[in-house]
């Protein structure tokens, strides 16, 4: 089948190339020029496992293109996908300028029958926006061409996107029209063969379930924050907690991972938007402002763990900082707990010498050359001169240091873990002191 992706983002990049890869022709727009040029020597603007492979076999095969052209992408595919972004507008809703920008351009180049499928996170009602742009779009140049609006959202997370696209736990597909419901489902076949995961509903219900879906997971993580603060104060162990809780095949033990609170491009705006939503409707959600408020209070929890420990101030004092992406196996920083800590940690006058395996050019671009802050290309190198570590994002590579040689590198002798990394004998045997997330 032939498709076009406007965007190409995590989003748009990911379902171009897992498409293409199950044989189809796929053609990627995007407005970046830089990005698409890129793209088109096989160089991958984000930090993916696996994708810069699959992008480029599949542009050998001569099955993945690249275009900043609207009208070569509009001709292209009978299935137009809509993977552009929607940040956060000032009020908190989301901003469908980028989404309206794709429906106007379809409709302005459009000369037969299209389906336009929207994999970005929309608020409910967008697709009749869409399908309104589409029809004044038309109207404009007289034409009365036949086209469908579908809602297909997108549950991938970063770091295992491929996978997650590749094998997805479900495929929504909301529509109004049967007919363009099994055009989708054919599209669909090749992930859906093991057993069925295409769940067909309205469009709306289908737009209200990726922001349940998101709501209900950043839930469970600021329910589990909460509890570790708790438990904190209690002298109970959050870590023996999530194993007799997650042992409930009713809760699950995904999820549930305390930390220093969630951040990357989703979860914080996804909560505010379907907040922004419930307002719009006269409907105070109590639980959503509380899920964004546990958790914008939780990205402080280093900092006052920190401060705890030094009453005098962290003035003077050097920080090896592990991990600047908001979680593992990405690049990604947008929301990031370490962003608060380094503005924290370096306002108070303290110098944080980062290390992540991916992200560093990201922190680049977002901190310049802050003051206090040092960028180390190798993890031991933030340990020169280091009084204490501090943990924020549990890439693998950090999960059994040496702790007797970090005893011996760090000059006060203590870890800040932000993930609640290790076992807490292991870090004390070695003489260090181990503050963690609710234990
Ligand atoms: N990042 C993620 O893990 C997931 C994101 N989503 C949703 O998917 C959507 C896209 O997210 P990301 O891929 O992360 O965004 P992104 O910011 O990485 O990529 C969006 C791309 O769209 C391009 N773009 C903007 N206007 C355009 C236009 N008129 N025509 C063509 N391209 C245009 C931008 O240049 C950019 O490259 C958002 O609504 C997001 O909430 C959904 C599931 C997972
Ligand atoms: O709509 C989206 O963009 C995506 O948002 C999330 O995916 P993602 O943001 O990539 O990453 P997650 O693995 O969900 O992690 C989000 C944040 O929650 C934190 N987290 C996650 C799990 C946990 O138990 N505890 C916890 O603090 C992570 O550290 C991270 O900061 C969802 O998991 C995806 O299903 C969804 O498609």
């Known amino acids: 089948m032939k498709i076009t992706v406007f965007g190409s983002g995590y989003v748009g990049l990911v379902t171009g190339a897992c498409l293409a890869d199950v044989g189809n022709q796929v053609m990627c727009m995007d407005v970046d020029q830089a990005k698409i040029d890129k793209l088109k020597q096989g160089i991958i603007p984000i930090y993916e496992p696996g994708l810069e492979e699959m992008v480029k076999d599949n542009m050998l095969a ?3 293109q690249f275009t900043t052209d609207v009208k070569e992408a509009v001709d292209f595919g009978l299935f137009q996908f809509v993977a552009v ?3 956060p507008d000032e009020d908190g809703s989301a901003d469908l300028k980028y989404v309206l920008a794709v429906a106007k351009s379809v409709a302005e180049h459009m000369t037969d029958y299209k389906i336009i499928v929207d994999k970005s996170t929309v608020p409910v009602g967008t697709a009749d926006k869409v399908k309104q742009t589409v029809l004044d779009e038309l109207a404009k140049r007289g034409e009365t061409l036949e086209f469908d609006v579908v809602s297909n959202p997108e549950f991938l997370k970063e770091g295992s996107a491929l996978d997650d696209f590749m094998k997805p736990d479900r495929i929504v597909i909301g529509t109004d029209n049967p007919r363009t419901a099994e055009l989708l489902k054919a599209l669909y076949a090749p992930f859906n063969r093991s057993r069925e995961r295409v769940i067909t509903m309205d469009i709306r219900s289908a737009e209200l379930t990726k922001y349940a879906a998101n709501a209900m997971l950043a ?6 924050n909460e509890l570790a603060n708790l438990a904190e104060r209690l002298g109970a162990d959050i870590e023996h907690v999530r194993h007799g809780i997650g042992s409930d095949s009713r809760i699950g033990y ?7 609170g969630y951040g990357g491009s ?4 996804d909560v505010k938007a379907l907040e922004r939503t ?8 109590e639980l959503l402002s509380a899920v964004e408020n546990v958790n914008d209070r939780q990205k402080h929890r280093l900092f006052e763990k920190i401060s705890a420990h030094y009453p005098d101030g962290v003035q003077g004092k050097t920080f090896a900082l592990w991990g600047l992406a908001f979680k593992p196996n990405t690049d ?4 990031a707990p370490s962003r608060v800590l380094i503005d924290a940690l370096t306002a108070a006058g303290a110098t944080v010498q980062a290390y992540d395996p991916e ?3 990201e922190a680049r671009r977002i901190f310049g050359d802050k003051a206090g802050l040092m960028y180390c290309e190798k993890q031991a190198d933030t340990l020169q001169t280091a009084d204490a570590l501090i943990i924020v994002t549990e890439w693998k590579q950090f999960r059994s240091p040496d702790f007797d040689a970090l005893s011996r590198s760090l000059s006060d002798k203590v870890i800040f873990d932000g993930r609640n990394m290790y076992e807490p004998k292991f870090v004390k045997q070695a003489g260090l002191r181990y503050y963690a997330i609710g234990r």
Request: charged share 20%; glycine share 10%.
């Open 359 to 361: 992200a560093l050019h």
């Open 278 to 285: 419930a307002k719009e409707m006269g409907y105070h959600a």
């Open 332 to 335: 990604d920083m947008r929301e």
């Open 219 to 224: 839930t469970k993580i600021s329910f589990m």
């Open 254 to 260: 995904s999820f549930i991972y305390p930390g220093c």
């Open 62 to 64: 001569g099955r993945l």
């Open 266 to 269: 989703c979860f914080p705006k």
């Open 85 to 87: 972004g929607t940040p």
